[in-house]
């Protein structure tokens, strides 16, 4: 006796009901919350009334040179991390697409890094960055120039802090993007290949009308995603530099969660979140749009 | 000739990636095995990863000066509840979203993919008032909830579900099944790639989770490591050989599970980037 | 769907409007003992230990009541704090570092002790400590120790570059004078580095130590008289000429970083701009090398940090007659000199000071005693300390860093104003 084909909401209803309710209360809710306390002045443990203040939360922060410099921190970071760690990452996944012995074991050390928690990670580098002649990275530095460089305190310089934290943030994530575009090359079928190598392409024609095109959708989540983290960048300025020295280091979150968490200016750090919000939902309507673009 | 000189090539610039990719994590843990006076100054000689006399007494210190034990069951527990949970109700969202016919199900649809452009970040100020005037802090609870529904989770339970093949359900539904007894009998065990999939990448996320522990716990009753190492980092006396036998005790657990379910992990995050 | 919605929307009109209202427990009912949740922050390893044992003993000593500790890291302590009042769990006894006070007290997080504590007890606190510890009038903290900072030294090495070593704060050295011996002393050093300055610590630290440099200089980090202002006292000529000297011994590469905490003990450095409690460690590597000096003299007077870590009892707290026994016995003088012994810090009642070997009238570190007088700066007893503390920290990175002092003084104090105006000037709240 086959049931018949029937409205199924009850049901239905109650296998998404938890995730509803959890998305509704933890995501949806906390997100209307931050546009509502935007425009407050409500601060934490005050025993002044909360007032509604307009858009004078987001002329504040805008108005404020530290904060811009965050903003143009979290800008820098994702011009340059996007492109050098996608690049990066497809060199080794090219590398490691290759019939070759021992890639397995290759493959598993470049993507070690990406089971490593952020804050571990940021307490190693601080060793490794440690200033003067003894500092791992300025000794290997000083050996690669012949003794020609010297040695600098990465994190208390303003000009080395946010590089180095970059520096430490493609050594955490490159394995990440690396798998993700070893399984978009795999994916492209071998007659693709056959078929230039038939029109007479060599190895770069090859690249370049074959993989990359073939890549195109695969590179374009791999920017994206890796844009989106270059915005949530947090732990490791925390760790590792405080947002220093002065705001060279300092990022949009990290300003959010200081206002809200260590200085209770929660309608403050409110208003950045809502910022740092409008900025990702840019960068995906960018991505979707290229994706439509598609063929 | 020239092939095999191309090949030497490969092999120089593969090796020359993996020592530079190893060379932190060797560093860490040969610090952890030398005696903390030792580590610092050696931190730049060839020491650093040649140490030559090597001790434990870091990881004693470590277990005598901290409560390991307790962040280790923390951060395990609350992952395992993250995943276990993630896992149940996404997947059902998924389901009811893929296969069935339910009034509502276009402005669920709807609100899960604009939910996924959201990042938690952009959402933990307000949360982190909310659960504070609720008086909602230092809870296993407070850092397991938040993170249990997750839009990212659904939709690619969603596009899995999608590819299954009816012929099973259909079977099923003949057999007189209803949506949980074809879900529990007949999806959960034929889509067993796309929980391990989803299972990896949400432990993947979740695992290193320092911001929101950060700011809802206070002691160390239910902090999770990646807190713990934050806060013993800037702990007197600053021990280096401490600080780095910490962290190798902190990822050995799950580099042990990452070298045993290699194949999923890296599974797991290629599907996120081909459904992504 | 609308009323999945409108259910929202209301919640988070009710989330907006709530007021983090106090659900006040029902007395301790009378079975078993009473629970004392006590929160302490981390501190060093001899401090912990001892308030651990000293927990157990008076655990022992009332078995009506049973204390739990609970340690905090000290990073973020304020802001743990802030949110553990506003979610309604703050303990019943807190511990926190001297100034944060006010703002608890302006807050209505803390209870006056005038009634819970006996005047003996009360009485026989410092004055130093009674002053840190009331406002508006009434005591609502008592500190078991106050702090002492100077310049810890190896004689030795300042006598080979013939140093004058100061008897007292009245005699220290110049800032002059001591950017000079700085100089003598990295000529006979072999990376140059010859000062510490705890650059490695984090936090309250660099308000306690560096801003008795804008006092020795005749500026500060604010008003001591109302109206309440930072602008015009933390960004003054003074202020910016004084901080400029501390760069410029940074610049010079004087300063050892410090990133093992082993500048001192390691033999790396003649001099460490340090706390008492670095005494029992410092003692255990230098031996009678070990001398103690105050701090340079910018001009208007050496100067010095006071205040430390104590303890009040908070309006959550439903016995506060058990907790104001557990302060008492913290504060009689087996348990002041047992924790002092164990961190070098002054004990924090005179009973304790008169019997202490290390602060008695030959006593090794009696300076911290003589400064507690004359030298010892208060740091400024306002609810806006959180905020001073955190504008002044952020201030001192980045003149630590290189960065142009005047701007970094400034945009703290713009900062400090601007939040002093936000909170009405910080009147208090009936």
Redesign the interface.
């Known amino acids: 006796?086959?049931?018949p084909?029937t409205?199924?909401?009850p049901?239905?209803?109650?296998?998404?009901a938890?995730?509803?309710?959890?998305?509704?209360?933890?995501?949806?809710?906390?997100?209307?919350?931050?546009f509502?306390?935007a425009f407050?002045?409500?601060?934490?443990?005050?025993?002044?009334p909360v007032e509604f203040l307009g858009w004078e939360q987001f002329r504040r922060i805008l108005a404020d040179p530290?904060f811009l410099r965050a903003l143009a921190n979290n800008g820098l970071f994702a011009m340059v991390v996007v492109p050098l760690q996608t690049v990066l990452a497809l060199g080794?996944a090219l590398?490691?697409n290759?019939p070759?012995r021992g890639l397995p074991l290759?493959?598993?050390?470049?993507?070690?890094?990406?089971?490593?928690?952020?804050?571990?990670?940021?307490?190693?580098?601080?060793?490794?960055y440690?200033?003067?002649?003894?500092?791992?990275v300025?000794?290997?530095l000083g050996w690669l120039s012949f003794g020609a460089w010297s040695p600098r305190?990465f994190l208390?310089?303003?000009a080395w802090a946010l590089p180095a934290i970059m520096l430490t943030s493609i050594?955490q994530g490159v394995?990440?993007q690396m798998?993700?575009?070893?399984?978009?090359l795999q994916?492209i079928p071998a007659e693709r290949y056959e078929a230039a190598a038939i029109d007479g392409a060599g190895g770069w024609g090859q690249f370049l009308h074959v993989t990359l095109p073939g890549l195109r959708n695969?590179l374009i989540?791999?920017v994206v995603?890796t844009s989106?983290l270059a915005f949530?960048l947090?732990?490791q300025v925390?760790?590792m530099t405080?947002g220093?020295?002065?705001e060279a280091s300092a990022t949009v979150?990290y300003a959010?969660?200081r206002a809200?968490?260590?200085?209770?200016q929660?309608a403050r750090?409110?208003a950045?979140?809502v910022v740092?919000?409008l900025i990702?939902?840019a960068v995906?309507l960018l991505q979707r749009r290229l994706l439509r673009q598609e063929r | 000739m020239a092939h095999s000189l191309r090949?030497a090539i490969?092999?120089l610039?593969?090796a020359a990636?993996?020592a530079?990719?190893?060379?932190?994590?060797a560093?860490?843990v040969v610090?952890a095995l030398k005696p903390d006076a030792r580590?610092?100054?050696?931190?730049?000689?060839l020491q650093?990863l040649f140490p030559g006399r090597l001790t434990l007494e870091n990881f004693a210190d470590v277990l005598g000066r901290t409560r390991f034990g307790l962040f280790l069951f923390n951060s395990l527990f609350i992952n395992a509840a993250i995943v276990a949970l993630g896992l149940?109700?996404?997947s059902?969202?998924g389901?009811?979203?893929a296969r069935?016919?339910?009034?509502?199900?276009g402005v669920?649809l709807a609100?899960?993919l604009a939910?996924l452009?959201?990042?938690f970040?952009?959402?933990?100020?307000?949360?982190?008032?909310?659960v504070?005037l609720l008086g909602w802090r230092d809870t296993y609870l407070v850092q397991i909830?938040?993170?249990?529904?997750n839009?990212f989770a659904?939709y690619l339970f969603y596009t899995f579900f999608l590819e299954l093949p009816r012929e099973l359900e259909e079977a099923a539904?003949?057999d007189?099944?209803?949506?949980?007894r074809t879900?529990l009998a007949v999806v959960v065990p034929n889509a067993r790639p796309a929980f391990a999939s989803v299972a990896v990448l949400t432990f993947?996320t979740q695992?290193?989770a320092?911001?929101w522990p950060?700011?809802v716990t206070s002691g160390p009753a239910v902090r999770p490591?990646?807190?713990a190492?934050?806060t013993f980092?800037t702990q007197p006396p600053l021990q280096?050989g401490d600080?780095?036998a910490f962290?190798v005790m902190?990822?050995a657990p799950?580099?042990l599970?990452?070298?045993l379910f290699?194949g999923w992990?890296?599974r797991g995050?290629?599907?996120?980037?081909?459904k992504? | 769907m609308r009323g999945?919605i409108a259910g929202?929307?209301l919640?988070?009109a009710l989330?907006?409007a709530a007021c983090?209202e106090e659900s006040s427990a029902p007395p301790g009912a009378d079975d078993g003992p009473v629970r004392l949740r006590v929160w302490v922050h981390s501190g060093q390893p001899g401090e912990r230990a001892v308030i651990r044992d000293q927990v157990a003993r008076f655990n022992a000593a009332e078995p009506g009541v049973q204390v739990e500790l609970t340690v905090i890291p000290e990073g973020?302590y304020?802001?743990q704090v802030?949110?553990a009042?506003?979610a309604g769990d703050l303990p019943d006894v807190l511990e926190f570092d001297g100034p944060f006070l006010y703002s608890y007290a302006?807050?209505?997080?803390l209870r006056p002790l005038d009634g819970l504590l006996p005047a003996a007890v009360r009485d026989d606190l410092l004055p130093s400590l009674a002053a840190q510890g009331s406002w508006n009038g009434r005591l609502y903290a008592v500190g078991a120790f106050d702090s002492g900072l100077g310049l810890w030294g190896r004689k030795s090495l300042l006598e080979a570059v013939g140093a004058r070593l100061p008897a007292g704060p009245d005699a220290a050295w110049s800032a002059t004078e001591f950017a000079q011996l700085l100089e003598r002393l990295a000529e006979r050093d072999s990376?140059g580095a010859v000062l510490d300055l705890k650059l490695n610590y984090?936090g309250e630290w660099f308000t306690y130590a560096f801003s008795p440099v804008l006092q020795s200089a005749g500026a500060d980090l604010v008003t001591r008289a109302p109206p309440l202002r930072a602008g015009g006292v933390l960004d003054s000529g003074e202020a910016v000429a004084a901080l400029r000297r501390v760069q410029d011994w940074i610049r010079a590469g004087r300063v050892d970083?410090n990133?093992d905490d082993a500048a001192f003990t390691g033999g790396r450095v003649a001099l460490s701009w340090a706390g008492h409690w670095e005494y029992p460690r410092y003692r255990k590597a230098v031996g009678d090398d070990l001398v103690l000096l105050p701090l340079p003299d910018f001009g208007a007077g050496s100067r010095t940090g006071q205040g430390s870590w104590n303890w009040a009892i908070t309006t959550r707290c439903d016995r506060p007659e058990a907790a104001a026994r557990f302060l008492g016995f913290l504060l009689q003088p087996d348990e002041v000199l047992a924790m002092t012994a164990a961190n070098g810090a002054v004990p924090g009642t005179r009973r304790a000071v008169a019997r202490s070997p290390l602060y008695g009238p030959a006593g090794p570190l009696r300076l911290f005693v003589a400064q507690l007088g004359e030298n010892a700066v208060p740091r400024p007893r306002t609810p806006a300390y959180?905020?001073i503390t955190?504008a002044f920290q952020?201030a001192f990175?980045?003149i630590?860093?290189?960065?142009d002092v005047e701007e970094?003084l400034r945009?703290a104090a713009a900062l400090i104003d601007q939040?002093i105006q936000?909170?009405?000037g910080y009147r208090a709240?009936e």
């Not at chain 1, 938890?18 to 931050?34: D, K, Q, S, T, Y």
């Not at chain 1, 798998?179 to 978009?184: E, T």
């Not at chain 2, 580590?39 to 000689?45: H, N, Q, R, S």
């Open positions: 006796m086959p049931r084909l409205d199924q909401t049901a239905a209803w109650s296998m998404a938890p995730a509803v309710a959890g998305l509704a209360l933890f995501v949806g809710l906390p997100f209307l919350v931050a509502g306390l407050t002045s409500a601060r934490l443990g005050s025993p002044l530290a080794l590398l490691l290759q070759l290759f493959r598993t050390l470049f993507f070690m890094p990406v089971v490593f928690p952020m804050s571990l990670v940021a307490v190693v580098w601080v060793l490794l440690a200033p003067g002649g003894t500092g791992p300025n000794a290997f305190d208390h310089d303003p050594w394995g990440f798998v993700i575009l070893l399984a978009g994916a695969t989540f791999v995603v989106i949530r947090f732990d925390r760790i405080q220093g020295p002065g979150i959010a969660v809200a968490f260590e200085r209770q929660v750090g409110a950045m979140t740092f919000f990702v939902l995906t | 090949r490969r092999y610039l593969l990636a993996a530079l990719m190893v060379a932190p994590v560093i860490m610090g580590v610092l100054p050696e931190a730049g000689t650093a149940a109700v996404n059902l969202a389901y009811a979203l069935l016919r339910w009034r509502g199900r669920v609100g899960v939910l452009v959201i990042p970040e952009a959402i933990a100020v307000p949360l982190f008032w909310q504070t909830l938040p993170f249990t529904a839009a659904i539904r003949v007189g099944a209803g949506p949980w879900y993947l695992w290193g320092f911001l950060l700011m490591l990646p807190v190492i934050a980092f280096w600080i780095l962290g902190m990822v799950v580099l599970l990452f070298l290699q992990f890296v995050v290629a599907a996120s980037g081909i992504g | 999945l929202l929307l919640l988070a989330s907006l983090g973020g304020n802001a802030q949110a009042a506003l302006w807050q209505g997080h990376d984090t970083p990133l959180p905020v955190s952020k990175q980045d630590r860093n290189g960065l970094a945009r939040d936000d909170n009405r709240v």
